[in-house]
């Protein structure tokens, strides 16, 4: 129990917090940037939606422990109703990656899946990957986690699809990508979501 010399410099260094006060709120406020470039855009489309569903419900979150690391999230659009979820979350992890997720589940399944499929060649190519996680909560990617999006996946993605009652579908962006290093998180965030609209939209 006792902190090694390590540990114990880290906990009195208090220039390290400052910093890492300042990072969280450079982070938010790429967010909420990112939150109105989302904003503008969802005015403009006609989205396949649950029952409810209102385009200007968002949240901006903070927390400490995702696997043991600092994260901020948008989630806008955000529908969480009954068995019902329609939301593309912005996910930033600390030590990991940026993630754009679309996350599905309820009632337009079946819908979506049609859409996913039969418009597979306008998702493809676009760094997308869909989860297959058993729930729309895990973040990591790779092999096991998640399957790339690729122009010769389509029967794979249709395995994986075939039972589900949820769809999620990412596209996880290093830090040190040249856009966000650039401070662009809000182009990336629009960019991505671009991308997967043949799957929500009529």
Known sequence: MLLTDEETALVADAQFFRKKAVITAKIRAQL??????LAQELT??????????????HQ??????????PYQYLDCPKHFAGSNTFTFRTLV???HHITCALLLEGAGIPQYKRQFLGRFHQLAGHE??????????????????????THNRKAQI????????????????????????????????????????PIVTP
Do not use: N
């Open 32 to 37: 909420e940037a990112t939150h109105k470039a």
């Open 44 to 57: 403009s489309l006609s989205l396949v939606t649950p029952p409810g569903f209102d385009a200007t419900v």
């Open 60 to 69: 901006l979150v903070k927390g400490e422990h995702l696997e043991e690391f």
């Open 93 to 95: 992890w600390w030590g």
């Open 128 to 149: 997308l990957e869909l989860s297959l996680a058993p729930s729309l909560w895990e973040w990591k990617r790779g092999e096991g986690y998640t399957l790339p999006i």
């Open 158 to 197: 249709a395995a994986v699809l075939a039972d589900r009652s949820f769809m999620k579908v990412v596209r996880c962006v290093p830090f040190v990508d040249l856009q966000i290093e650039a401070g662009q998180l809000a182009q990336v965030v629009r960019g991505t979501l671009r991308s997967m609209l």
